[in-house]
């Protein structure tokens, strides 16, 4: 089961209503996807810490609705 990307911007919208997302599906198949988000929500937190936060946004779907995700984290530049 694949996940399209406007979910995947719904859970992330919910979960950092600030942020700049960009999403590339990487195989055209709607399970292998490339995200960067930018938020002020990561103000603070390691690289870890930054990553666990997007990943608690999706709820228990990856690795079951969503198979591979590459995944940069930043705080915006000031």
């Known amino acids: 089961m694949a996940m399209p990307?406007?979910?995947?911007?719904?859970?992330?919208?919910?979960?950092?209503?600030?942020?700049?997302?960009d999403i590339k599906d990487l195989?055209?198949?709607?399970d292998h996807f490339a995200i960067t988000i930018t938020t002020n929500a990561?103000?603070?937190?390691?690289?870890?810490?930054?990553?666990q936060?997007?990943?608690e946004a999706f709820q228990g779907n990856i690795?079951?609705?969503l198979h591979a995700l590459s995944l940069k984290t930043q705080v915006p530049m000031e």
């Open 27 to 30: 195989a055209g198949d709607d």
């Open 5 to 21: 990307s406007t979910e995947i911007y719904e859970f992330l919208r919910k979960a950092f209503p600030d942020a700049v997302i």
């Open 42 to 51: 990561f103000q603070g937190k390691t690289r870890i810490q930054q990553h």
């Open 53 to 55: 936060m997007v990943y």
């Open 63 to 65: 690795g079951r609705r």
